[in-house]
């Protein structure tokens, strides 16, 4: 197993402020997820630290912007709506670090591509109306949350659902349309919503990327723009994540 932090370079992220998260959820929400104790949906749950630890990921993904990182953080995000918390997420952690970085470095056009198994919906359902933010998912369909059906797209907008059992050959292709696109839309930043759930191994889908396949993934979006930084969302086999994750490191850093 990899021990990731004897390989890489690591730091560890203060918390996002109120007014990051405000930047993309509601007041609303904001207050549930810190006053919530019990469950908000059949799959997300608050304690008394919920609200200190969803800061945490998502001041880690603002993390990862500034330094061209690699957020290892969770609870992941990409589930999480604008007013609602849902699918183990609580704040958009990769949309809240695609507007600081247009409100606090002075970014103007930014991609966000999501390989995570499944449908990114919180992250569309906060930037899809946005014409700065660009918007890509692969994931399997269908799936959870059954949402990013192939009528799901727009000029910054493009959804790619995949056949249960898609391998890494099936994912080179996908990501050939995913690379066109962001190449049109030309953005300053790009983020990656780094889900390792459509690993061959992992319980919860039914897809068949294997560690080679996600370090190219990793290897071709780190050519996709000047600035790339990288999220982390779902991977639920404890077992191979840190392999997973040191393989897309690798292919970030070129290797």
């Not at 396949?213 to 999220?231: H, I």
């Amino acid at each position: 197993m990899t021990v990731l932090h004897e390989r890489f370079p690591f730091v560890e992220c203060g918390p996002a402020s109120d007014s990051d998260i405000l930047r993309c959820h509601t007041s609303r929400l904001l207050e549930q997820v810190r006053t919530t104790r019990g469950w908000i949906d059949p799959d997300t749950i608050c304690t008394q630290t919920t609200y200190e630890a969803a800061l945490l990921s998502a001041g880690a993904a603002i993390e990862a912007v500034r330094l061209g990182g690699f957020a290892i953080s969770r609870p992941p995000g990409h589930h999480a709506e604008r007013d609602r918390a849902m699918g183990f997420c609580f704040f958009d952690n990769v949309a809240i670090a695609a507007r600081w970085a247009q409100e606090e470095l002075g970014i103007r056009r930014v991609a966000i591509v999501d390989w995570d198994v499944h449908h990114g919906n919180g992250t569309q359902d906060i930037v899809a109306d946005d014409p700065t933010i660009f918007f890509a998912s692969l994931h399997q369909w269908p799936l959870y949350p059954a949402t990013g059906g192939a009528d799901e797209q727009s000029e910054t907008l493009l959804n790619i659902p995949l056949r249960p059992g898609t391998g890494d050959e099936g994912y080179s292709e996908a990501w050939s349309t995913v690379e066109r696109a962001v190449l049109r839309f030309a953005p300053d930043l790009l983020l990656v919503s780094a889900g390792f759930d459509a690993h061959v191994d992992d319980p919860l889908a039914g897809m068949e990327v294997t560690a080679d396949g996600f370090a190219d993934l990793a290897r071709r979006a780190s050519t996709l723009a000047p600035r790339v930084a990288a999220v982390l969302e779902g991977g639920y086999n404890l077992q191979t994540l840190p392999d997973l994750v040191g393989a897309a490191l690798d292919g970030f850093n070129g290797a």
